[in-house]
């Protein structure tokens, strides 16, 4: 045997060390990136969340005198049915960040929104120190998922417990 086929062999497997070196690397990079989407998107639902909070008590608040009420349509949050002029509650119905489209749950009571809730059942990674304005039900007491985060106004709104999925 050659020198030269000996060395050639030496590269050959020097090359193979580092692609394997290489491709470990990104398997570790591909989870950080991962981790941070998913904790980007967890804080977007979070804002979109609030909004849709605030718009419910402001539609609560804005109701006829005697006749508090939440609205019966993700929509009339966008142009306000019950009023004369032009009232906008929310400026529009936002995606879910966790599945791509605007396909919210809605909890309801006596035909009323008084939650919205993602539909996404991917695990949540912030479990703790959420915003007054998300409501664990008492049965998902970890908020192990999205879809048990319940987004709602904090001005009181009756609770929601024993929801079928």
Do not use: K, N
Not at 22 to 29: H, K, R, S, T
Not at 123 to 145: F, G, K, M, S, Y
């Amino acid at each position: 045997m050659t020198a030269a086929s000996r060395q050639g062999g030496a590269t050959y497997l020097l090359m193979l060390f580092a692609v394997a070196a290489l491709g470990l690397g990104l398997a570790g990079f591909g989870t950080v990136w991962s981790t941070a989407a998913q904790r980007e998107r967890e804080a977007e639902l979070l804002f979109i969340g609030g909004e849709f909070a605030r718009a419910l008590a402001s539609y609560r608040a804005l109701s006829p005198a005697g006749a508090a009420a939440y609205p019966q349509h993700l929509e009339d949050l966008l142009l306000d049915p019950r009023q004369p002029f032009v009232r906008r509650h929310l400026r529009r119905l936002y995606l879910d960040p966790m599945t791509g489209a605007a396909d919210w749950q809605v909890d309801r009571v006596d035909g009323q929104i008084v939650a919205v809730r993602s539909r996404s059942t991917r695990q949540a990674r912030r479990r703790a120190a959420l915003p007054p304005w998300v409501v664990i039900a008492a049965e998902h007491a970890d908020a192990a998922r999205y879809c048990d985060w319940q987004m709602r106004p904090q001005d009181g709104a009756p609770p929601v417990v024993g929801l079928a999925r």
